[in-house]
């Protein structure tokens, strides 16, 4: 393995390593626009140039491996002439537009100008004048202007969406980002572009003029929208409440995580977040009154939802009481879930799953037929006593009347049509809806507790291929909604139980106690990258 | 008149079929190479021969051909470098309007050197007439056995595809011409890795110039030892050079290598036109940096051109008298730059545009003295930073002709007219 220096300190690497990637283990900043981990090299931005000992040209670290004995500089008066040549020639023709561009305070241009150049500006011609605010999807617009044509966006459409939109057209000066003839940059991974443009040319219609970058708060979290997991930030607004219509989430972008989603995640994903600021949230409790939900507060709701169970209870047995919890939940909700409604009050009739009349698919990249982020999680928790099959109850369209339905996080009416949905509810006689948001079913409930978000909370999800990710709250939840393990809490300290959990992290010691798939798992042991379940025996038929 | 390698039995007439090609000793060198040497043994006379690049680089032709792989899974190609899109460079027109079987002789030698039985001929795509007469002499080498399979009972077979490039000057430089081919947009390659290894399609190819290959035919035919004797050490044979602007007789001369630049001037190419005073000579295409009249005793030679700054190039001599404005001279040569830079590194493509800018301003008296200084340093901010040369190509003449004439820049600046008289108002 050769060993190479930079700026003095040596690393070791294995053979194949490129300067710019031994550069980065060492905390060794070098200047890049065209260069990105997930794609090929390009080595035309020239901003990554660095002195070679016995070469007489720069060479761009992005594209030279490492040799042994190798003596690189980043630091001589020649690259750093070299490097802020490069950002003059990059921006004499750049808008300067900063304070109506999207990009400012997380642009390489602003960053790098500070970092590295500093000069006057001699430009003393006419700017070239390009397409400006350009429409080229459904999600992302395009300022040619500010374009430094690192052919990352154009690499990102030919390599990793494989979907070709775009290209660079012209040559020389007129060289210019454009959509293909006939062609629309829609693809279910077009976002991307916009986290991967190093400047202010590509933006995020979605995100476009709702909020400053550096009023943004950033939570390590996990998509919800399907069982694949991808790594995300939540960025919420919680400084400005004024911009963005109230929103606090502005927007979720991709984190890393080489094991899941690399940079990347799909549209479905980083668009999917709108319900967690919509006006249709629970934010307090409503008991049904004729046909008109009332407010009540958490003690009243937890009393009638107590009570409403141990009537059922005592009229029809255990057996008269179904629970559907939710593959949206967290780990930490299902194990609440089940130790409060299955272990403490002894009823087996617990699922999750609702079949879905609208069939999903999967994509060939990231995005997975299932669009629930804790299917894996579910079945661990909640299915290893095996037993009820709530399928059977909701197709066999039976007669059979129940004593009271306490449903979590799923929307009936949506998933299995209005009237199988009406026929299912109606063999209940009461009917309790934990949730985020109002839905057609929350309206037909006779009690209805509000949830939190995923984006409210700390727990943990389970991915399809059983990695344990964890995420964190990145706004408090809104209005009187609690987090699901909390409402349940709160209904067991009302039935006598009190768990006393402080956090997501104190069930989930317990969970890793009592469920044996996640049997030595921890907080510190899923870190920030997730931890894959130990291989567990299939359960006996 | 000087021993010839390239036109020796040309000067008075054409060679434009099998026939007529065969009756000076055509392909007699190629007999030679298939039926009593080893590949090795041709690649060890091109080395002996001193023969160097006549693209413009000069590298070394049989150390290039040395390193393709041996053993390759993968096919080895053979790639004509025929774009001659350096302004001033008419070289390898005049081989193929006169003796194209001499550039196809070459081309059968150099392939079976380098183990490669499929060879793509690009020629720039203003070259119509020049590409019909190659497509004629292609189908006739064919119909005589001396391209097709199994080329003269040797076993080996070569086959060679003509193809026309569509008018981009950095389509001359070997990676560009190998995406061109490919279908692709022209950018020059990132470089390693190099062509040897992996070229065209991703295979080992060998790029060479045509004047580069119609070369080794007489290298061949005479041995390596009379080609190198030819010119200079180290500067084997003779080279085409393309005399063009004021002059008596501009044409396409064949000279040994290490001739002076006076001797090419006034011996050959007639001396200047309407006897006015000699100001300027581009030595080797546009992109070179400009000499003197003070400095044409340099003998034409890849190191002897170079020791004084400037490059023997495409062998594109453009000479300047005393009448030349050279700021405009330098502006147009700026435009140029500017419309054939390619645009994929930012140097160049940034670069290219602001100086054809400032010198359009400098030309015009617009501008202020110090941004003379500052169109240096922009030209310097240039150089030694791109994937191709072409950065370095456009930078070189600005520099040069500032240096070098600066008082004509300082006029126009200050004057917003030509210190060239008559003076043209601007």
């Known amino acids: ?541 | 008149m000087p021993e010839l390698a390239l036109l020796t039995h040309v000067q008075h007439r054409n060679l434009m079929t099998v026939e007529e090609y065969r009756q000076t000793g055509g392909y007699e060198a190629l007999r030679k190479v298939l039926l009593e040497m080893k590949p090795d043994q041709v690649i060890e006379e091109v080395k002996k021969s001193g023969l160097r690049g006549r693209g413009g680089a000069g590298f070394p032709t049989g150390m290039k051909w040395s390193f393709i792989p041996k053993n390759s899974e993968k096919p080895k190609y053979m790639v004509v470098n025929s774009d001659e899109s350096e302004p001033g460079t008419c070289k390898d027109r005049v081989i193929i309007e006169k003796t194209p079987f001499l550039l196809l002789e070459g081309i059968a030698i150099s392939s079976y050197a380098v183990g490669s039985s499929t060879c793509y001929l690009y020629i720039r795509g203003e070259y119509y007439d020049q590409a019909m007469i190659l497509k004629q002499a292609i189908e006739d080498a064919y119909r005589h056995g001396f391209l097709g399979k199994n080329i003269l009972g040797s076993g080996y077979n070569l086959d060679v595809y003509l193809h026309r490039g569509a008018g981009a000057y950095i389509c001359g430089e070997e990676t560009g011409l190998l995406e061109s081919l490919e279908g692709k947009k022209g950018w020059p390659r990132l470089k390693p890795p190099f062509p040897a290894i992996s070229g065209l399609y991703g295979c080992p190819t060998c790029v060479n110039n045509v004047e580069t290959l119609a070369a080794v035919v007489s290298i061949i035919q005479n041995g390596g030892d009379w080609y190198a004797a030819l010119g200079t050490p180290k500067n084997g044979g003779t080279r085409l050079f393309c005399v063009s602007g004021h002059v008596k007789k501009p044409g396409t001369y064949e000279l040994p290598m290490g001739i002076p630049l006076r001797s090419i001037i006034y011996d050959y190419a007639g001396g200047m036109k309407d006897d006015r005073k000699l100001k300027a000579v581009i030595p080797g295409g546009s992109s070179v940096p400009i000499l003197t009249a003070d400095e044409i005793d340099v003998k034409m030679d890849f190191d002897s051109v170079a020791a004084i700054g400037s490059l023997l190039g495409s062998g594109g001599v453009v000479v300047i008298n005393e009448d030349t404005c050279m700021v405009k001279a330098l502006l147009r040569i700026a435009r140029f730059y500017a419309h054939e830079s390619c645009g994929q590194c930012t140097p160049c493509r940034e670069g290219t545009t602001w100086l054809k800018k400032t010198l359009q301003r400098v030309y015009e008296g617009d501008a202020r003295q110090a941004e003379l200084d500052q169109v240096l340093s922009i030209a310097f901010n240039m150089m030694g930073t791109t994937i191709c040369p072409l950065a370095d190509a456009a930078a070189m003449p600005v520099r040069s002709y500032i240096q070098k004439f600066r008082h004509e820049f300082e006029y126009h600046v200050q004057h917003k007219c030509c210190d060239v008289k008559p003076a043209v108002r601007i």
């Open chain 1, 1 to 541: 393995m050769p060993t190479v220096t930079i700026n003095q300190k040596s690393l070791t690497v294995p053979e194949g390593t490129t300067i710019i990637q031994a550069a980065e283990q060492l905390n060794i900043e070098i200047p890049r626009y065209c260069y990105h981990p997930g794609l090929s090299i390009a080595g035309s931005c020239r901003m990554c140039l660095v002195e070679i000992e016995k070469m007489p040209k720069l060479q761009p670290a992005c594209n030279t491996r490492v040799t042994d004995g190798m003596v690189v500089t980043t630091q001589s008066p020649k690259v750093k002439e070299a490097v802020s040549g490069v950002l003059e020639f990059l921006l004499i023709n750049h808008p300067l537009d900063c304070p109506v561009c999207d990009q400012a305070g997380e642009c390489y241009l602003q960053e790098y100008y500070m970092k590295f150049g500093l000069h006057d500006s001699r430009m003393n011609e006419n700017k070239i004048k390009r397409h400006k605010a350009e429409v080229i999807g459904p999600h992302v617009i395009l300022d040619t202007e500010r374009c430094v044509l690192c052919s990352r966006c154009v690499r990102f459409v030919r390599e990793v969406s494989r979907s070709h939109e775009i290209g660079i057209f012209n040559r020389g000066g007129q060289s210019e980002i454009r959509l293909l003839p006939d062609q629309v940059l829609d693809n279910n991974y077009s976002g991307n572009v916009v986290d991967i443009c190093p400047v202010g040319a590509l933006t995020d219609r979605d995100f476009r003029f709702q909020c400053r970058v550096w009023y943004l708060s950033k939570a390590d979290s996990v998509c919800n929208g399907c069982s694949r997991g991808c790594n995300i930030t939540v960025e919420a607004n919680r400084q400005r409440a004024h911009h963005g219509e109230g929103r606090r989430v502005m927007r979720l972008k991709p984190r890393f995580n080489k094991e899941v989603n690399r940079w990347w995640i799909c549209d479905i994903g980083r668009y999917g977040y709108k319900f967690i600021d919509d006006p249709s949230r629970l934010i307090q409790p409503l008991e049904k009154q004729g046909d008109e939900l009332e407010p009540l507060d958490w003690s009243t709701a937890a009393e009638r939802a107590v009570g409403r169970i141990r009537e059922a209870k005592q009229r029809g047995g255990a057996g008269s009481i179904v629970i559907v919890a939710s593959p949206q939940l967290t780990n930490e909700d299902l194990f609440v879930t089940r130790k409060f409604f299955g272990v403490d009050l002894g009823i087996d009739q617990i699922d999750f799953r609702i079949p879905d009349k609208n069939t999903l698919s999967d994509d060939d990249f990231l995005l997975r037929a299932d669009r629930n982020p804790n299917t894996r999680g579910a079945e661990a928790i909640l299915l290893d006593g095996g037993g009820f099959d709530l399928q059977r109850i909701i197709e066999s369209a039976s007669t059979q009347s129940f004593g009271l339905l306490y449903l979590c996080e799923q929307d009936l009416v949506k998933k299995l049509g209005s009237e199988p949905a009406r026929r299912f509810l109606g063999q209940f006689d009461y009917v309790i809806y934990q949730g985020s948001n109002e839905n057609e079913t929350s309206g037909l409930a006779n009690l209805v507790l509000p949830a939190a978000t995923y984006a409210e909370v700390n727990g943990t999800f389970t991915n399809f291929e059983g990695r344990v990710q964890r995420i964190h709250a990145g706004i408090e939840p809104l209005g009187d909604s609690l987090p699901a393990w909390r409402v349940i809490c709160k209904l067991a300290q009302t039935a006598g139980f009190d768990y006393g959990y402080e956090s997501a992290a104190e069930v989930f010691v317990e969970l890793a106690q009592t469920v044996t798939e996640f049997e030595g798992l921890s907080y510190e042991k899923i870190g920030s990258e997730g931890m894959k379940l130990p291989e567990t025996q299939p359960v006996p038929a």
